[in-house]
């Protein structure tokens, strides 16, 4: 049981590439969600997933683009990564909203 | 608008003292609030949660929280620290996925 994975740990872009980050979790759970965190300003919701085929915007979604792929795995994508977007991004599960949200280890992302 | 405060960024305490943690909100009603650590290169841990009921909620690892309406906070208590709870605590509320708020952190050392 491996809980919430995420794909990669680091990664270094230059300004305009694109890059995917992959998530996955062998709970069961409905819901997954995306956020990033940066210094100073705690864990802002990206995007979330409430159930297989659904998704919807959170606090900060401009520049990114999510897919539920399966209930396991939700990605995320910067189609053309900006230096603002230089940041630790976490991915989490959990049943139901008001239930516990499992965390992945979280993906290290510069962008020059 | 939703807000989450943690006024403390970094506390300091000596290993064997009490600990308190402070968490402000303003929100339009009574939210589920949360409390989250975070170990170096970790991701988010769940130590508590409040929806209803008695306001005082034990957690894991030995934390309470008190939730306070008239004040609108949520602060993160322990009786005796150890130097294993050296760590950043999160406060998070919410109502519904999409409006999860995070406050800032409190990053927490312990002394000898």
């Known amino acids: 049981n491996a809980g919430v994975t995420q794909t990669p740990k680091f990664q270094v872009l230059k300004t305009g590439q694109s890059m995917t980050l992959q998530c996955a979790q062998d709970m069961n759970h409905n819901s997954m969600y995306w956020y990033r965190q940066d210094p100073g300003m705690g864990l802002r919701l990206i995007y979330y997933?409430?159930?297989?085929?659904?998704?919807d915007k959170g606090e900060v979604p401009n520049g990114y683009n999510v897919s539920r792929l399966n209930k396991r795995e939700f990605s995320l994508r910067l189609e053309s990564a900006a230096p603002s977007q230089t940041s630790v991004y976490f991915c989490?599960?959990?049943?139901?909203?008001?239930?516990?949200?499992?965390f992945g280890p979280g993906t290290r992302l510069t962008v020059l | 608008a939703q807000s989450v405060t943690q006024p403390d960024i970094h506390i300091t305490v000596s290993e064997g003292a009490s600990l308190e943690l402070r968490c402000n909100y303003s929100?339009?009603?009574?939210?589920?609030l949360f409390w989250y650590v975070q170990s170096p290169g970790q991701g988010l841990q769940l130590l508590l949660k409040y929806f209803s009921g008695d306001t005082l909620v034990q957690g894991i690892k030995g934390f309470e929280a008190e939730f306070k309406r008239s004040q609108s906070s949520f602060n993160l208590r322990k009786p005796s620290v150890h130097w294993s709870d050296a760590a950043e605590y999160f406060c998070a509320v919410g109502l519904r996925r999409n409006d999860m708020r995070f406050g800032a952190g409190t990053r927490l050392t312990v002394k000898p």
């Open positions: 989490a599960s959990s049943g139901d909203f008001y239930n516990e949200q499992f």
């Open positions: 997933s409430a159930s297989e085929g659904t998704t």
């Open positions: 929100y339009g009603a009574t939210p589920y």
